[in-house]
């Protein structure tokens, strides 16, 4: 059962706690600046917005896909950066939930428009096929590059935004950022390897093989 099924029927009160408190979280998991939003279950026109670091003055923000406020009191920032995940909502109905952060490694793939090969054995456990590729550049009020992209990637699970760094998805907040923090690791190694020749990519059926012996092991894969 998708982790989004858990939270059908809760009130959009309720929703938007639940979100406050999985984003105040993730620093555990991703240390350092970040966002995320979750798209609210049952509505396919709202989603929960909100930062990593809990403030006073700053908590979750309730939008509608058309870019307005329906719950909370937005600031700058989160009224810049909605664009963003509503080019990924819009572009992705699959899509549950979306994180960012600035994490140096997946920033510096970005900046060198060079997409995330699938090189190390985790990054099929965590739902990666082939390459998670890089869209243009577009200020943090423009979404448009992103919604361009994974409407050509219909099942990739993250995606480099240009110049800036990685966004990355799941069915919850804490399970994008855990994605996050794997595909950190995976570009660390790939920039390490490049220093011994270069990282060689697994095989074309590696995903497959992948998921085939974490069934045959009786463990649940999440990120499939």
Known sequence: MSKQNE????????????????????????????????????????????????????????????GEVVHGAPYPAVREY???????FTSRPDVKAAFHAHTPYLMAFSTAYRPLRNIHISQPRFGQRDVLPVTRYSPRDDGSPLLETLR???????????????????????????????????????????????ARPLPEDAYDDIQRAIRKSGATSHFK
Request: charged share 20%; hydrophobic share 45%.
């Open 152 to 198: 050509d990637y219909p099942e990739i699970p993250g995606v480099l935004h240009g110049n800036h760094g990685a966004f990355v998805f799941g069915d919850t907040i804490s399970e994008a950022a855990t994605r996050l923090k794997f595909f950190e690791a995976a570009a660390q190694i790939e920039l390490l390897a490049d220093q011994l020749g270069g």
């Open 82 to 88: 909605a664009p963003l995940y509503i080019g990924i």
């Open 7 to 66: 939270f059908e029927g809760v009130d959009l009160f309720r929703f938007a706690q639940i979100v406050e408190n999985q984003l105040a979280d993730t620093p555990r998991t991703v240390p350092g600046a970040a966002n995320g939003a979750w798209r609210f279950p049952g509505d396919d026109n709202l989603f929960v917005i909100g930062s990593a670091a809990r403030h006073p003055d700053r908590g979750v923000v309730v939008f509608n896909f058309q």
